[in-house]
């Protein structure tokens, strides 16, 4: 970064320390360069000028230009006035309104002066008034140089300050009037063939553009390069990783893989299942450590891609261990593949935390002398006091639930420094592809896109709160056919801000709409003990009804489960109805999830909820989620690529981009695999000055 950008923000004139103080605490703003780096989130037109006689219906923000006729001061009480100027360009009248603040702007302007007023016009009492609007003297601005206004996003701290929108503009426009030239970040044979303007004018248009189309050029220019810096800090990370570390070579399919194949495994693969084991199996013929995502829509058949890979490694002498989140789905995986692998010389042993005593003893004496081949449990199974013999590969499932430390700790479980254990992640919510890229760049991507035969599509409907007593009589005929139904609301109790149902509320409705039914109630605040219980009650059929907040969202496997009822479901995110209704449609009889809202909705709603009701898709529901709602909370625990924030770029919007920056780093990386070439240099000097903080792996070596 150039000497101008790291100098201390206080220094640049209309700061000082008490607002860098309010800049560094509520925007992280310190230097000149993260000032620079801070960008408008919108843009008004400011070249054309209306006349007050131009003025019409529900307009945008305009501009007029004329002179405050007069002032009228009304008493509001409580010691607070409003102030009215009567504002006037020659063609008609407006109304200047403050009701806050018009002390200052009464003393400050004066009558018969020339002024831009800039806001947005609404009608009271049959006449147009503008509420707290921009105001300059005319002679102060030049209209035609000003084009695009930017607008920046502050908080209440900093407009308490002075520090609004505007007032960033004015520090933004004093940085960019003694902003020397600035030295380039990317060489020419990048910026030349993809027609990027230089940094030094996409920093002064991205601020101050004349025009959309300087506008849209300084956007794209600054994405590429937010997100080719990304990309080239994962392809040298890879490349480094390689490099330094081998992974377990997988020399044979092995026997115990032929064996279930052959005699265990009684129905077909998907083409799909069958393409990722043999990605998967290639992977690990190479000698280099695999890190591969697997992604496939619920009931896809991960698992069983999961345990023909540990039955690959088991083959080739190594133990396995796959780790889960919860202790219902680690039990469930161990239930799934003892009923696999029933007759097999295979060893599997559960490890969680209520593994305990004598038989925690046990079983870690197995692990540790190779006794035990597939390891089954949850975080307890990173615990220093696990040691395994000799473990090839990891299973990790539901990814966003772990981070890349957790996975560390699992490498760390290798007897050797020299050797990494493959690792295999898993996870059923489904990740758009711009994301994966960007989020998960460490990560080689498998997806399972097809489902097995036989199973039937689940069909969503929408309805309305004041339906219920039909619906009631539907959840009915389901049971009475010997099925089991869910129950969802998104809160445990009432809550004084929302006006939501909540869950023990809604729990003794259903009792007194369902007195000869028999129901489990299970939430986030209960003991463990008491809610594994609960929960497994419902799984061996005990209980009819499951009410339940969204611990069941992972790790609940009821193939008898055929209705899924999500209360409120307004409140719910597309990928988090979509992991809730993964939990029916895991038999092979047909399938309902029912989305209750009231009828109140906003437009977004509706076409979220709209969504789920078209498409069982996962991929498609994942893509509408992120330009809905952006990357959110399907970031998960922030990973290895994701290390700087993007500030411009949008991974929902900017695929093309994604895709074009990642093929160029990588380029960059096979033509200088050292990082030695002069004509490279400006790339690895701007990804220091980014300071990336990576993965001590010496730490784990």
Not at 568 to 590: K, M, N, P
Request: glycine fraction near 8%.
């Amino acid at each position: 970064m150039s000497d101008f950008f790291s100098q201390d923000i206080m220094y640049l004139p209309g700061v000082g320390p008490k607002k860098k103080e309010i800049l560094v605490r509520e925007l992280g703003i310190a230097t000149f360069g993260d000032l620079a780096e801070y960008y408008p989130y919108k843009y008004v037109d400011r070249s054309k000028v209306y006349t007050i006689a131009e003025l019409s219906g529900e307009m945008p923000f305009v501009q007029v230009r004329g002179r405050i006729l007069s002032w009228e001061i009304y008493d509001t009480g409580k010691k607070q006035r409003r102030f009215v100027a009567h504002f006037s360009d020659g063609t008609g009248i407006v109304d200047l309104v403050w009701f806050k603040g018009g002390d200052y702007v009464y003393k400050s302007l004066k009558l018969n002066e020339e002024y831009i007023v800039f806001g947005k016009p609404t009608v009271y009492q049959g006449r147009y008034q503008f509420s707290h609007p921009d105001i300059d003297e005319a002679s102060s601005l030049t209209l035609s140089d000003m084009g695009l206004q930017p607008h920046y996003m502050t908080t209440e701290r900093m407009k308490n300050a002075g520090l609004t929108s505007r007032g960033m503009e004015r520090l933004t426009k004093s940085l960019v009037e003694r902003m020397t030239e600035l030295s380039e970040t990317l060489p020419p044979f990048i910026t030349s063939p993809y027609g990027l303007v230089s940094r030094d004018l996409a920093i002064r248009w991205i601020h101050y553009p004349h025009n959309n189309a300087e506008m849209a050029e300084a956007q794209r220019r600054l994405k590429f390069e937010e997100l080719f810096f990304v990309q080239l800090n994962i392809a040298r990370y890879i490349k480094e990783r390689h490099e330094k570390y081998c992974g377990c070579r997988f020399t044979k399919v092995g026997k115990p893989f032929h064996v279930f194949y052959d005699n265990n495994l009684r129905f077909e693969l998907t083409g799909a299942q069958k393409r990722v084991v043999k990605e998967i199996y290639h992977d690990t013929c190479t000698g280099k450590q695999m890190n591969r995502l697997l992604q496939g829509d619920v009931g896809s058949g991960k698992t069983l891609v999961a345990l023909l890979t540990m039955l690959i490694a088991v083959g080739n002498g190594f133990q396995t261990v796959i780790m889960a989140p919860t202790e219902i789905l680690a039990e469930q995986h161990l239930e799934t593949i003892r009923h696999f692998l029933h007759d097999m010389e295979v060893s599997v042993a559960l490890l969680t935390g209520t593994v305990k005593g004598r038989r925690r003893r046990e079983t870690l004496e197995s692990i540790a002398d190779g006794t035990v081949d597939i390891v089954v449990g949850t975080h307890a199974v990173i615990e220093d006091t696990v040691v395994f013999h000799n473990l090839g590969l990891a299973v990790i499932d539901e990814q966003h639930r772990f981070g890349v430390a957790q996975r560390a700790k699992l490498w760390s479980k290798t007897n050797t420094s020299a050797f990494l254990p493959h690792i295999l992640v898993m996870t059923a919510t489904p990740i758009p592809r711009t994301l994966a890229m960007t989020l998960y760049g460490d990560l080689d991507v498998s997806v399972i896109d097809e489902l097995p035969p036989g199973r039937k599509p689940i069909l969503t409907v929408h309805r309305y709160d004041d339906q219920m007593a039909a619906l009631y009589q539907n959840i009915r005929n389901q049971i009475v056919l010997g099925r089991q139904v869910y129950i969802v609301y998104p809160l445990i109790q009432e809550s004084e801000k929302m006006d939501l149902k909540d869950l023990e509320q809604g729990y003794e409705k259903l009792k007194s709409v369902f007195p000869d039914m028999r129901l489990s109630k299970v939430h986030g605040k209960m003991k463990p003990a008491e809610k594994d219980e609960e929960m497994q009650r419902f799984v061996r059929g005990e209980t009819q009804i499951l009410v339940a907040t969204t611990v069941i969202e992972v790790g609940v496997n009821v193939p008898n489960a055929t209705v899924m009822v999500i209360m409120e479901a307004q409140r719910f995110g597309l990928s988090q109805l979509h992991q809730l209704r993964g939990r029916v449609g895991r038999g092979g009889d047909q399938s309902y999830c029912i989305l209750v809202s009231s009828r109140k909705l906003s437009t977004e709603t509706r076409k979220r909820l709209d969504i789920m009701c078209d498409t069982n898709d996962g991929f498609r529901i994942a893509e509408a989620d992120l330009k809905l709602r952006g990357p959110g909370d399907l970031e998960g625990t922030q990973q290895s690529g994701m290390a700087f924030d993007l500030k411009i770029a949008n991974i929902a919007r900017d695929g093309q981009l994604i895709q074009l920056a990642r093929d160029t780093a990588q380029k960059v990386i096979e033509n200088d695999p050292q990082c030695d070439k002069p004509e490279y240099a400006c790339l690895w000097r701007r990804l220091r000055e980014l300071k990336k903080t990576e993965m001590d792996w010496g730490a784990i070596s």
